[in-house]
């Protein structure tokens, strides 16, 4: 691909951009299930204190890298690493990146389809009345459904990739203008409602007091993989963004300014869903059903409970619809890179991601003893461990190779705030981000 001469239309297109690829069914649905299964509290900290010390860093390093490239990631890298004097190898961290989302869209299509189906059942209003026994053995009976499943994955997948197909600057940029000043503001009503329920000092508590004895190295491991995985860094996916970035946009505020917008979302959804799990006395460690399950029967219970559920699922959706769309671009980029046109290079990653999706989708049913590594089927595997050991370990790359491969002058100017904040930026990197991530990758893995 020659150089990109397409840009983002404004700044506040660039930030909404990037907060739309890192809210999505990250803060609403996994960061809840998540954090249920590791303790709470103890688990929000730690993570919150990966995003400042390592996912603010290594955002700035992926979209410098990108805004330096002016090109697909591969491409960008391979180009980069010989201005710099390196090896031209580092462009198979490119590809890397894309093998990486290319694993996470495959489930998170699943997913993005049980949304569709559960705001379509809500707005039908089939939960009106409903027991909890019946809703929790309709979900269950929903996920053996193969038909079901499958069909609400392509249908998600397609929605996704005619966006993709546009071209992503021009077909994002209209959309997150829309949805998300839409998406805090529906937040804001439901955390705002969940403060009227008798599970509201439960949750916050729950939530905000930790008990330190849960944490344990696979919770710190979780923490990090979740901290790159909300923020949609260490896969290529925001550096394929940075090449669209203007010229003239502070790279540290832009990243502040999605991180502070994505962990709001994320703490107002769980405000939300665990007032409603304590209001209703469920398990927070429910797993990856506990929004699908336990919302459903807290809002039937309540006065106008089908728009309650239903306006929660728009919003998911769309939300979901954003960080898909950034989750392809990648992929795309590099097929492009490759000489591909966009349109080709979009079927082609459409069917594939599709065909691997199907394993998850038929993980709950048809092929649900097939367990090819440590005992998981394909929708625990792929859910698991592209975004706890592929994205920090992309990240930790990223981080190498903006921080000690990339010429000072490069770097700095592609971060865009001088020379001191840049040797600031890079002290940070080198010495606590890059070691932290290593330290944490190994005694998980060990
Ligand atoms: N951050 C998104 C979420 O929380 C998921 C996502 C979008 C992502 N783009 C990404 C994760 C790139 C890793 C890499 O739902």
């Given at each position: 691909?020659?150089?990109?001469?397409?840009?983002?239309?404004?700044?506040?297109?660039?930030?909404?951009?990037?907060?739309?690829?890192?809210?999505?069914?990250?803060?609403?649905?996994?960061?809840?299930?998540?954090?249920?299964?590791?303790?709470?509290?103890?688990?929000?900290?730690?993570?919150?204190?990966?995003?400042?010390?390592?996912?603010?860093?290594?955002?700035?390093?992926?979209?410098?890298?990108?805004?330096?490239?002016?090109?697909?990631?591969?491409?960008?890298?391979?180009?980069?690493?010989?201005?710099?004097?390196?090896?031209?190898?580092?462009?198979?961290?490119?590809?890397?990146?894309?093998?990486?989302?290319?694993?996470?869209?495959?489930?998170?299509?699943?997913?993005?389809?049980w949304s569709i189906e559960f705001l379509?059942?809500?707005?039908?209003?089939?939960?009106?009345?409903?027991?909890?026994?019946?809703?929790?053995?309709?979900?269950?009976?929903?996920?053996?459904?193969?038909?079901?499943?499958?069909?609400?994955?392509?249908?998600?997948?397609?929605?996704?990739?005619?966006?993709?197909?546009?071209?992503?600057?021009?077909?994002?940029?209209?959309?997150?203008?829309?949805?998300?000043?839409?998406?805090?503001?529906?937040?804001?009503?439901?955390?705002?409602?969940?403060?009227?329920?008798?599970?509201?000092?439960?949750?916050?508590?729950?939530?905000?007091?930790?008990?330190?004895?849960?944490?344990?190295?696979?919770?710190?491991?979780?923490?990090?993989?979740?901290?790159?995985?909300?923020?949609?860094?260490?896969?290529?996916?925001?550096?394929?963004?940075?090449?669209?970035?203007?010229?003239?946009?502070?790279?540290?505020?832009?990243?502040?300014?999605?991180?502070?917008?994505?962990?709001?979302?994320?703490?107002?959804?769980?405000?939300?869903?665990?007032?409603?799990?304590?209001?209703?006395?469920?398990?927070?460690?429910?797993?990856?059903?506990?929004?699908?399950?336990?919302?459903?029967?807290?809002?039937?219970?309540?006065?106008?409970?089908?728009?309650?559920?239903?306006?929660?699922?728009?919003?998911?959706?769309?939300?979901?619809?954003?960080?898909?769309?950034?989750?392809?671009?990648?992929?795309?980029?590099?097929?492009?890179?490759?000489?591909?046109?966009?349109?080709?290079?979009?079927?082609?990653?459409?069917?594939?991601?599709?065909?691997?999706g199907l394993l998850s989708a038929l993980?709950?049913?048809?092929?649900?003893?097939?367990?090819?590594?440590?005992?998981?089927?394909?929708?625990?595997?792929?859910?698991?461990?592209?975004?706890?050991?592929?994205?920090p370990l992309g990240g930790l790359l990223?981080?190498?190779?903006?921080?000690?491969?990339?010429?000072?002058?490069?770097?700095?100017?592609?971060?865009?705030?001088?020379?001191?904040?840049?040797?600031?930026?890079?002290?940070?990197?080198?010495?606590?981000?890059?070691?932290?991530?290593?330290?944490?990758?190994?005694?998980?893995?060990?």
């Amino acid at each position: 691909m020659s150089k990109t001469l397409e840009r983002w239309g404004s700044k506040r297109a660039f930030i909404l951009a990037v907060t739309g690829a890192a809210v999505g069914l990250g803060n609403i649905w996994r960061f809840p299930y998540v954090a249920g299964e590791n303790g709470g509290a103890a688990f929000l900290l730690i993570y919150v204190a990966f995003v400042i010390l390592l996912g603010i860093p290594v955002m700035m390093a992926e979209i410098l890298i990108g805004r330096a490239g002016r090109r697909g990631p591969m491409q960008a890298l391979g180009a980069l690493a010989v201005e710099a004097g390196a090896s031209r190898h580092w462009r198979w961290l490119g590809l890397f990146g894309a093998f990486t989302v290319f694993c996470i869209l495959s489930f998170y299509s699943v997913v993005s389809g049980w949304s569709i189906e559960f705001l379509v059942a809500s707005i039908n209003g089939n939960f009106r009345g409903a027991s909890a026994a019946d809703i929790g053995a309709g979900f269950d009976a929903f996920l053996a459904n193969p038909g079901l499943l499958v069909f609400n994955h392509t249908l998600f997948l397609l929605m996704t990739m005619v966006v993709v197909a546009a071209g992503v600057a021009k077909g994002l940029e209209r959309l997150n203008n829309l949805l998300m000043p839409l998406l805090y503001g529906l937040l804001l009503l439901l955390a705002a409602y969940a403060a009227t329920t008798s599970g509201f000092g439960t949750a916050l508590s729950w939530l905000f007091l930790p008990s330190w004895e849960a944490l344990t190295p696979s919770v710190v491991l979780h923490a990090m993989g979740h901290a790159f995985f909300t923020l949609a860094v260490g896969a290529c996916a925001l550096m394929a963004y940075g090449a669209y970035m203007p010229d003239e946009q502070s790279l540290p505020r832009a990243a502040m300014a999605v991180a502070v917008l994505d962990i709001s979302v994320a703490l107002l959804a769980g405000i939300a869903i665990f007032s409603v799990v304590f209001s209703q006395g469920m398990d927070p460690a429910d797993g990856p059903g506990l929004m699908f399950v336990t919302l459903p029967i807290a809002f039937s219970e309540l006065p106008w409970g089908s728009l309650w559920l239903s306006v929660f699922f728009l919003l998911l959706l769309l939300a979901t619809w954003t960080s898909a769309i950034n989750l392809a671009e990648p992929m795309v980029a590099t097929l492009q890179g490759f000489g591909w046109r966009r349109s080709v290079s979009t079927a082609i990653v459409t069917f594939s991601v599709w065909s691997i999706g199907l394993l998850s989708a038929l993980s709950f049913s048809t092929i649900v003893d097939f367990r090819p590594l440590l005992g998981r089927n394909v929708f625990e595997l792929v859910s698991s461990i592209p975004p706890d050991i592929f994205l920090p370990l992309g990240g930790l790359l990223i981080a190498i190779f903006a921080a000690w491969v990339l010429p000072r002058g490069t770097a700095a100017a592609a971060l865009g705030v001088g020379e001191r904040g840049y040797l600031c930026w890079r002290h940070v990197v080198r010495w606590v981000s890059i070691p932290l991530t290593l330290m944490v990758l190994l005694s998980g893995l060990l």
